[in-house]
């Protein structure tokens, strides 16, 4: 019976070798196209001619934004420089070259990265945070990588351990606080909430804009994303090609996210997240290394031989035998501890758990993992800067072109970026200081024969509804005198 028992764990915790090595170069993928992206707004969302210059991130957030590397200088080729490093790290991590040092480094990086400016995060940049918490742990480089090829054959087929349980319980704890969530609004249960979600132009891109016109279809949706995320913990217990379509069905719906909303890294980051429950059964079918053309022509001492010639041997230090002995027991042991800390913090945002009154919050502490719950936004915003330049001409001094109130013709292009979007949301739900930091920013952006004299900062807000006209309210956040420095925030 003990037998079985630990042989139903390990193939419902365990992680194949395979998935291992997908995880790792997907994510490495998704970092790498989130710095490409950001790097459009590199100076201004990271130096201190920015939205959030370095002494108003202290102010906000304290030590723990000292402890991003980022924050130690306001200079935009430090943070280029940064960027370029944290895009090295993520390189290594995705050839598996020196796979454990580059999952460290890629994870401080993009961790500094992220407190540098947390007000243009959402649920995607913690979830990759979280995973990258647990690979730390993992060997992610046991199959299709440089250190793979370097060891020669004898890589492990599946690995099962407290960090595979981690990374897999991690997943099935985010969709199922969620759907908690969810279960606690009337708009999810009736079948509303996708629909009303896809009505906010400031979220809806290509596919979007068309499932929106069939209320029916997306009914459906919204019924059977409700029903996956109640049924989350299946992916656990689940074996087999049942899990591997189980699996699929959320990266499916992940899909339609991708291309029908603005939302950041959230789907690319969950559809990673869901490689490791692909059991062996699929990645068996895959063909090997040895499949790929070129490389199945070299044998693989001389392949590895070429590969040590033209990468440096970089490494993290040996440990002493007796420290060794010690790190093989205390891992286990601080990862136990850790995953039933996620769990049960996880459990008491939901209100499953009591907090004790010695707690370091007071209260229920806020759930993590909220994402369109309990209720959707009901209100679209865009941002209207109407600004007097030294000529006497107005212009909207964000969007450029001149002051126009009325709705965009699409909300969601009206924005640079998504980031650009999340970063608006944070100014209206934050102190004055922060809109007068973006006002700021606006002056400084217009220099030379177009220079910025004044500028108001509003944005306009219309609430969605399902039937009759959307009013909209303009909401004044900040006003400053450019050329005098003369800042009024409301």
């Not at 580059?102 to 400016?117: E, M, P």
């Not at 090829?149 to 997943?171: C, F």
């Not at 930091?437 to 606006?442: I, V």
Request: glycine share 6%.
């Amino acid at each position: 019976m003990t037998g079985r028992l630990r042989a139903a764990v390990a193939r419902r915790l365990g992680v194949d070798a395979g998935a291992l090595a997908a995880l790792r170069v997907a994510l490495a993928a998704v970092v790498l196209a989130d710095l490409a992206l950001r790097a459009r707004f590199l100076r201004a969302f990271y130096t201190d001619a920015g939205v959030y210059p370095r002494s108003l991130l202290f102010e906000q957030y304290g030590p723990l934004a000292r402890l991003s590397v980022h924050a130690l200088s306001g200079a935009a080729w430090v943070q280029a420089a940064l960027f370029v490093a944290t895009a090295v790290a993520a390189l290594a991590l995705l050839a598996g070259y020196r796979t454990t040092l580059a999952t460290v480094l890629t994870a401080v990086l993009l961790g500094s990265l992220h407190f540098r400016n947390p007000l243009v995060l959402n649920s995607g940049d913690t979830l990759l945070r979280v995973l990258f918490l647990w690979c730390v742990f993992l060997p992610l480089g046991e199959r299709w990588s440089v250190d793979a090829l370097r060891r020669g054959d004898d890589a492990r087929d599946r690995v099962t351990s407290v960090a595979t349980a981690g990374v897999l319980l991690q997943v099935v704890v985010v969709y199922s606080t969620n759907a908690v969530l969810k279960l606690r609004g009337d708009e999810w249960l009736s079948g509303e909430a996708v629909r009303l979600v896809l009505e906010l132009d400031m979220f809806t891109v290509l596919l979007g804009d068309v499932l929106a016109e069939y209320p029916g279809l997306v009914a459906a949706f919204d019924r059977l994303w409700l029903a996956l995320l109640a049924g989350s913990v299946l992916l656990v217990v689940l074996t087999g090609w049942l899990r591997a379509a189980f699996a699929g069905l959320f990266a499916a719906m992940h899909a339609g996210m991708l291309v029908s909303m603005q939302l950041a890294v959230f789907p690319l980051v969950s559809i990673a997240a869901l490689l490791p429950f692909l059991p062996p059964v699929f990645w068996d079918r895959l063909p090997g290394w040895r499949a790929v053309p070129g490389v199945r022509r070299l044998p693989v001492a001389e392949y590895a031989s070429s590969v040590d010639r033209a990468l440096p041997r970089v490494a993290l230090p040996s440990l002493p035998s007796r420290v060794a002995y010690w790190k093989d027991r205390a891992v286990p042991a601080l990862l136990t501890v850790l995953l039933v800390g996620m769990l049960v913090w996880n459990a008491a945002t939901i209100g499953l758990v009591g907090v004790p009154d010695a707690a370091p919050v007071e209260g229920q502490p806020e759930p993590r993992w909220s994402m369109f719950a309990p209720t959707p936004v009901d209100t679209d915003f865009w941002v209207v800067a109407p600004g007097t330049l030294a000529s006497g001409e107005r212009v909207d001094a964000f969007r450029g072109g001149p002051v126009e109130w009325a709705e965009p013709p699409d909300v969601a292009n009206s924005y640079p970026s998504s980031r650009w979007r999340k970063y608006v949301a944070n100014v209206r739900a934050r102190e004055p200081r922060v809109a007068g930091a973006f006002a700021d920013y606006l002056c400084a952006r217009w220099d030379g024969e177009r220079e910025l004299r004044s500028v108001e900062l509003y944005v306009v807000e219309q609430q969605v509804r399902l039937d009759g006209s959307d009013p909209t309210e303009r909401v004044k956040l900040a006003a400053t005198n450019c050329s005098a420095g003369v800042r009024t925030n409301t």
